[in-house]
Every structure is written in structure tokens, then in C-alpha cells.
């Protein structure tokens, strides 16, 4: 099977990546092919951009746990996958849903006829439209913020309606790209310049703040059935732009059960979504507040595999290849990655270690 991460095969071209991006991709990566060789049931391949090699230490084509490394050049990362889909049994595509880049890719896959471990190209597209999400969990009354969508050149006078603060974020972004916290109207205008360059399109989210604990849940899917696997913490500062670091899983709250409610019942608007599927929610003493569906795998999971009983790339497998999923996935212990600590991780330590790890943020 083909496990293609976009960043880590050279998807940024000529220009390359940044912010962190290099170590978070290449993480879920190794996490990834990781868990299915330890699985031992199906034979992987990846492709690896050669700038990236060793830009986590000691992560490069020969140590990549896949079976087979392709190298491919930046610039050709289109003309690689379409290669090696037509070869492969299934797939499973990370990307962000940027510019529709995410359900681009599965599209390919699905033209010819590949099964793919994870969700339809509809899904990641329906997903990936923070507007369209909006107004859809608005209509099934679930607790969302207060969300408005404007043009870049009306966002002035949307802000002002609204009143601040706010949260500004693009539409189609992932990973954190381009949201802002506004609570000073003067700073709105530079805000928009920075989100525009992270955006293809001309529309803005403008969302009233959600007072408390960034969380997410990590779902596993097959049909008309969710499963959740963990809540997690989001480890996230509220610069501006927003920045992600890392996750604690399993996060304990008295309103874990709402947020895995409240997630399951999100997923479900969204016909296609499979395998993995991350869900963004804040906590608060009153309940929990969704915020965005992740239709791919997301950085919680190089943790959530670190604490898992079973294993999670096989479980994957069963939930889009045969459409079962497991009773129940039993944690054991704590971890906290941080997206640019490997040794966070457990990528030098052999087999994920079921404990307690020692990373702070």
C-alpha cells in the first residue's frame, strides 16, 4: 500500500516548507509506517522529498520504516503519486485541506479505482469548507461559536457587527496557518495580509472566542459508525497567528463524554468521512463547543499510538477495508509529543513505550 504524506514528498515544490511543518509531517509519517511494521500484514510505500532528509535527526530514506523509499524530486510530486497509485492495493493520503489540496489527491486515487484508507474526496472537501461546516452544525444545533463569513474588503465592517474579540481564520486552512486572536480592531488590516498569502480563496471566518481548554478528538470511522479513541489536549498558544505544538493524550475532563457526543454527532453530517478523523473543540466549565473537522489523520496520533493497547494502523485498516472497528481501544499511561521533539515522539527508543513521558510545553 501507498502511504503518501504531501509535505514530506516534496508538495511545497521549489520553495519548500517551513514553521515546523518539515518535523510534524515527517512525524505522522514515521508514526504511520511505523504501526504497519510492526503490524506486519501489508508492504508500504513512501515517498521522501531529499531536502528533507535528516531534518529530523536520523530520519532519512534508509531509516524510514517502509519497505519501499521513493525519492522524488521537488516539482514532480503529482506525476510520483499518480505513478504509484496505479500499483498499489490501497492508500492512505496526508495533506492539508488547503486549496483543496487533501481532496485533490483522493480524487486521483479514487478515478482509478484505488481503495483508500480514509475519507472520499466529497467528505474532504465538505470538511475542509470551514464556512460551509459552519452553517451546516448551525442548522443541527450543535454548540458552535458565533461564525460569520466575509470578503477580505467587508471584513472591517463584519468585525465591528460582531465586536471583539474575535477569531479570524481562512476558510479552507489547516494546521493552524493564518489564525489570528483580534482584540484590537487597528491590528485587523495586517491580520488579513498574513491570512490572504495562507489562502487561495477571497472569503475570511470571523468567529466570536471560545473561552477555555483547546482539545480535539480523535475518531475512527466505517460507515455509520464512530468510535472515539481519545480526548485530547491541544497544546496551542494564542499568539497571533496561532501556534500548535504538540497534544497530551488521553486529556481528562468532566465533559469528555459531551466533546466524544458532540464529535461523533459532527462527523456524522459529513457522508464519506472514514478511517481517522480529528475533530477541534474548546473546553469550558460549561460543556464543549465544536469547532472544525479534520477529515485526515492529525499530529495527536504520533501520541495517541504511544498510549494504544492495540494497534491503530491495523485498526485503520479494518474500519475502511473490511468496516469493522474494534469494541473499545484501551490507553495505558500518558504521552506528550511535541511536533518538533522526536524524542517526544519515541522515535529513538524502539517499540512506543507504554508511560508517561517526560515532554512539557
Same mark, same amino acid.
Given at each position: 500500500? +501507498?502511504?503518501? !504524506?504531501?509535505?514530506?514528498?516534496?508538495?511545497?515544490?521549489?520553495?519548500?516548507?517551513?514553521?515546523?511543518?518539515?518535523?510534524?509531517?515527517?512525524?505522522?509519517? &514515521?508514526?504511520? +509506517?511505523?504501526?504497519?511494521?510492526? &503490524?506486519?500484514?501489508?508492504?508500504?510505500?513512501?515517498?521522501?522529498?531529499?531536502?528533507?532528509?535528516?531534518?529530523?535527526?536520523?530520519?532519512?530514506? %534508509?531509516?524510514? $520504516?517502509?519497505?519501499?523509499?521513493?525519492?522524488?524530486?521537488?516539482?514532480?510530486?503529482?506525476?510520483?503519486?499518480?505513478?504509484?497509485?496505479?500499483?498499489?492495493?490501497?492508500?492512505?493520503?496526508?495533506? $492539508?485541506?488547503?486549496?483543496?489540496?487533501?481532496?485533490?489527491?483522493?480524487?486521483?486515487? !479514487?478515478?482509478?479505482?484505488?481503495?483508500?484508507?480514509?475519507?472520499?474526496?466529497?467528505?474532504?472537501?465538505?470538511?475542509?469548507?470551514?464556512? /460551509?461546516?459552519?452553517?451546516?452544525?448551525?442548522?443541527?444545533? *450543535?454548540?458552535?461559536?458565533?461564525?460569520?463569513?466575509?470578503? /477580505?474588503?467587508?471584513?472591517?465592517?463584519?468585525?465591528?457587527?460582531?465586536?471583539? $474579540?474575535?477569531?479570524?481564520?481562512?476558510?479552507?486552512?489547516?494546521?493552524?496557518?493564518?489564525? /489570528? +486572536?483580534?482584540?484590537?480592531?487597528?491590528?485587523?488590516?495586517?491580520?488579513?495580509?498574513?491570512?490572504?498569502?495562507?489562502?487561495?480563496?477571497?472569503?475570511?471566518?470571523?468567529?466570536?472566542?471560545?473561552?477555555?481548554?483547546?482539545?480535539?478528538?480523535?475518531?475512527?470511522?466505517?460507515?455509520?459508525?464512530? +468510535?472515539?479513541?481519545?480526548?485530547?489536549?491541544?497544546?496551542?498558544?494564542?499568539?497571533?497567528?496561532?501556534?500548535?505544538?504538540?497534544?497530551?493524550?488521553?486529556?481528562?475532563?468532566?465533559?469528555?463524554?459531551?466533546? /466524544?457526543?458532540?464529535?461523533?454527532?459532527?462527523?456524522?453530517?459529513?457522508?464519506?468521512?472514514?478511517?481517522?478523523?480529528?475533530?477541534?473543540?474548546?473546553?469550558?466549565?460549561?460543556?464543549?463547543? *465544536?469547532?472544525?473537522?479534520?477529515?485526515? *489523520?492529525?499530529?495527536?496520533?504520533?501520541?495517541?499510538?504511544?498510549?494504544?493497547?492495540?494497534?491503530?494502523?491495523?485498526?485503520? &485498516?479494518?474500519?475502511?477495508?473490511?468496516?469493522?472497528? $474494534?469494541?473499545?481501544?484501551?490507553?495505558?499511561?500518558?504521552?506528550?509529543?511535541? %511536533?518538533?521533539?522526536?524524542?517526544? &515522539?519515541?522515535?529513538?527508543?524502539?517499540?512506543?513505550?507504554?508511560?508517561?513521558?517526560?515532554?512539557?510545553?
Amino acid at each position: 500500500m +501507498l502511504v503518501y !504524506e504531501f509535505f514530506s514528498a516534496g508538495g511545497c515544490g521549489a520553495e519548500g516548507v517551513s514553521g515546523g511543518l518539515e518535523a510534524e509531517a515527517l512525524g505522522m509519517l &514515521w508514526a504511520l +509506517l511505523a504501526d504497519f511494521r510492526l &503490524w506486519g500484514a501489508v508492504r508500504t510505500t513512501t515517498v521522501l522529498d531529499p531536502r528533507l532528509e535528516n531534518t529530523v535527526g536520523g530520519l532519512n530514506r %534508509k531509516t524510514l $520504516p517502509a519497505d519501499e523509499v521513493i525519492i522524488a524530486p521537488p516539482g514532480n510530486h503529482e506525476e510520483t503519486y499518480l505513478s504509484l497509485i496505479k500499483h498499489c492495493t490501497a492508500a492512505l493520503v496526508l495533506a $492539508p485541506e488547503t486549496g483543496g489540496v487533501l481532496s485533490r489527491l483522493i480524487s486521483l486515487a !479514487e478515478i482509478a479505482g484505488i481503495p483508500l484508507l480514509g475519507s472520499s474526496s466529497s467528505a474532504a472537501a465538505a470538511a475542509g469548507n470551514k464556512e /460551509f461546516c459552519g452553517s451546516l452544525f448551525g442548522r443541527a444545533n *450543535l454548540t458552535i461559536p458565533e461564525t460569520r463569513a466575509s470578503g /477580505f474588503a467587508d471584513a472591517l465592517d463584519t468585525a465591528h457587527k460582531m465586536g471583539l $474579540p474575535l477569531v479570524i481564520k481562512p476558510v479552507d486552512g489547516a494546521g493552524g496557518a493564518g489564525i /489570528f +486572536l483580534l482584540d484590537d480592531i487597528a491590528d485587523l488590516a495586517p491580520m488579513l495580509e498574513i491570512a490572504s498569502r495562507t489562502t487561495s480563496l477571497q472569503r475570511i471566518l470571523l468567529q466570536t472566542v471560545s473561552v477555555g481548554v483547546p482539545a480535539s478528538v480523535s475518531l475512527l470511522i466505517s460507515g455509520n459508525q464512530c +468510535l472515539p479513541l481519545s480526548l485530547n489536549r491541544q497544546l496551542v498558544r494564542a499568539d497571533s497567528p496561532f501556534i500548535y505544538r504538540g497534544s497530551r493524550v488521553p486529556f481528562h475532563h468532566k465533559h469528555g463524554e459531551h466533546a /466524544f457526543k458532540l464529535a461523533c454527532d459532527a462527523a456524522g453530517l459529513i457522508p464519506g468521512l472514514k478511517g481517522y478523523v480529528g475533530v477541534d473543540l474548546v473546553l469550558s466549565k460549561k460543556g464543549a463547543c *465544536l469547532i472544525e473537522i479534520n477529515p485526515r *489523520l492529525t499530529t495527536s496520533y504520533i501520541a495517541l499510538r504511544r498510549v494504544s493497547r492495540i494497534n491503530l494502523a491495523a485498526a485503520i &485498516w479494518d474500519a475502511c477495508m473490511e468496516g469493522i472497528l $474494534p469494541d473499545r481501544v484501551p490507553l495505558a499511561g500518558e504521552a506528550i509529543i511535541v %511536533k518538533e521533539d522526536p524524542e517526544s &515522539w519515541g522515535l529513538h527508543s524502539g517499540r512506543k513505550p507504554h508511560r508517561k513521558t517526560d515532554v512539557f510545553v
